[in-house]
Nanobody, 127 residues
């Protein structure tokens, strides 16, 4: 049974930084791509970033490019999202998710291709 547990959310002022973590358990972490999604109040959940199973490939939504960095530590079964230059539009619940297909190439940004999800962590950016 796969479990994904996010942590690191909180309240930060505009221009600040946060690092989200997602600890995974339950199946071989090192062969699955991982993604981060977010959902703001009144909006649909959207893709934020993804990283390949090897860590060699990453992809970002345009709105976070240059500000967010996704990374993973396969020895710790953990994926991270380093967020900097935060602005109020980044306020949302952030979810990590695991790809349903092992060793996928290339990365996918489709929600339907991620079969396990964390409970979410709230990020609030004040102006």
């Amino acid at each position: 049974q796969v479990q994904l547990v996010e942590s690191g959310g909180g309240l930060v002022q505009a221009g600040g930084s946060l690092r989200l973590s997602c600890a995974a358990s339950g199946r071989t972490f090192t062969i699955y791509d991982m993604g981060w999604f977010r959902q703001a109040i009144g909006k649909e959940r959207e893709f934020v970033a993804a990283i390949s199973w090897s860590g060699g490939s990453t992809f970002y939504v345009d709105s976070v490019k240059g500000r967010f960095t996704i990374s993973r530590d396969n020895a710790k079964n953990t994926v991270y999202l380093q967020m900097s230059s935060l602005n109020p539009e980044d306020t949302a619940v952030y979810y990590c998710a695991q790809d349903r297909r092992a060793l996928r190439m290339p990365l996918t940004i489709l929600e339907s291709e991620y079969d396990y999800w964390g409970q979410g962590t709230q990020v609030t950016v004040s102006s």
